[in-house]
């Protein structure tokens, strides 16, 4: 039975997790019969200890820039750990960065893992997305000084901005996963709390659509900030500097794996109703094929070696696309912001 392009995006997120698990279901199996954590390291200047920063990739050459922006950025600061999902990547590319083959569970149960497993030495576990790329040391300056103050769980660098709490009459910004460093000994000794996502999610939405759901991390934000625990937000002018990266790539990472050859990627754009358009799910896509092909490009300038994904269209193919279906989106989807990211990261390679 023809499948919808919605249907068909379900589907190949569980056949791809089934067909990755031929790489990483006995790396999986031998991780969880030891769960080694990151070594207890020495107290770094005023008491502050070395954060563990974990991300998890299931497209290699976006792993490469990853890593190369924490390295330039980060260096020694962190200690890097990636969960490599694809069951692709070679560690020896990685030099400063532990990678564990890991199947393709949902994003929350691998960062509880890495929290309550890996990181249990450190008192700051730091999840960071792979399309947010560091782009700053003042990254470990600030998460210092908001650590400093005793009530902080958390600190992001990128919140959610469509929604927020309300709670006892106030407004909280919602931290997110993207990018957020997590105070261990509360989160995990204290509370006893997970990033899994919830329902019945009531609080104010800024776009009219009620949130309906509690994404990674959002819950336990929300519980957080019940108790009485700082969930800090940086500054946008400060994030701003700190980070960027794009949104949603999971989704059309999926698809190129799902698709055999470039017109099958084409034609799953140009086959749906014109009004579907107004939805998330084919223009988050087509902006993240874009941002694809800026990530090869990337690996390209950074490694010297083109990386070829057999189903990605050209960028040419993917802007005619995006430019004969912007009449039907809707006005809050802005492809601009994808193109920004794309040029600061050529511009600060």
């Given amino acids: 039975m023809p499948r919808t392009y919605y249907q ?60 190369h922006f924490a390295e330039k950025n980060l260096g020694n600061h962190v200690d890097k750990v990636m969960f490599d ?60 000084k908001e650590f400093a103050e005793q009530r902080t769980a958390s ?31 509360i989160f995990c000794d204290t509370e006893h709390l997970s990033l899994k996502p919830a329902d019945d999610n009531n609080h104010p939405s800024h776009i009219g659509k009620p949130p309906m759901r509690y994404d990674t991390f959002d819950k336990a934000n929300e519980i957080l900030i019940q108790k009485g625990y700082r969930c800090a937000i940086v500054p946008e002018s400060e994030r701003d500097i700190c980070l960027t990266g794009f949104s949603g790539m999971s989704g059309a990472v999926i698809l190129l794996h799902e698709f055999k050859k470039p017109e099958d990627t084409i034609l799953y754009y140009m086959t749906p109703p014109k009004e579907q358009w107004r939805g998330n799910v084919l223009f988050g896509t087509l902006s993240s094929m874009l941002a694809i092909c800026t990530i090869c490009e990337l690996y390209e300038m950074i490694t010297g070696k083109k990386y070829v994904l057999p189903s990605l269209p050209t960028r040419e193919q993917l802007l005619c696309i995006r430019e004969t279906h912007l009449p039907y989106v809707r006005d809050d989807q802005d492809p601009a912001w994808f193109d920004a990211v794309g040029e600061r990261l050529k511009r600060e390679l």
């Avoid at 070679?90 to 569970?105: A, G, R, S, T």
């Fill in 155 to 185: 600190v992001s660098f990128r919140p959610r901005n469509w929604w927020h709490y309300e709670i006892n009459g106030q407004s909280y910004e919602v931290s997110s996963s993207y990018c957020t460093a997590i105070n261990r000994r």
């Fill in 85 to 144: 999902c694809s069951g692709t990547l070679n560690p020896k590319d990685f030099p400063n960065m532990h990678i564990q083959k890991f199947l393709n569970f949902y994003a929350a149960k691998k960062s509880d893992e890495f929290l309550y497993h890996i990181a249990t030495n450190r008192k700051i576990g730091w999840i960071c997305d792979d399309d947010m790329f560091p782009m700053s040391p003042q990254m470990i300056n600030i998460l210092q």
């Fill in 8 to 67: 068909l995006l379900q589907y190949a997120f569980k056949r791809f997790s089934i067909l990755s698990a031929r790489r990483t279901l006995v790396p999986t199996l031998k991780y969880y019969l030891t769960r080694m954590p990151l070594p207890l390291i020495p107290s770094q200047r005023d008491g502050w200890e070395k954060p563990a920063l974990f991300t998890m990739n299931i497209l290699p050459p976006m792993a490469t820039v990853w890593y």
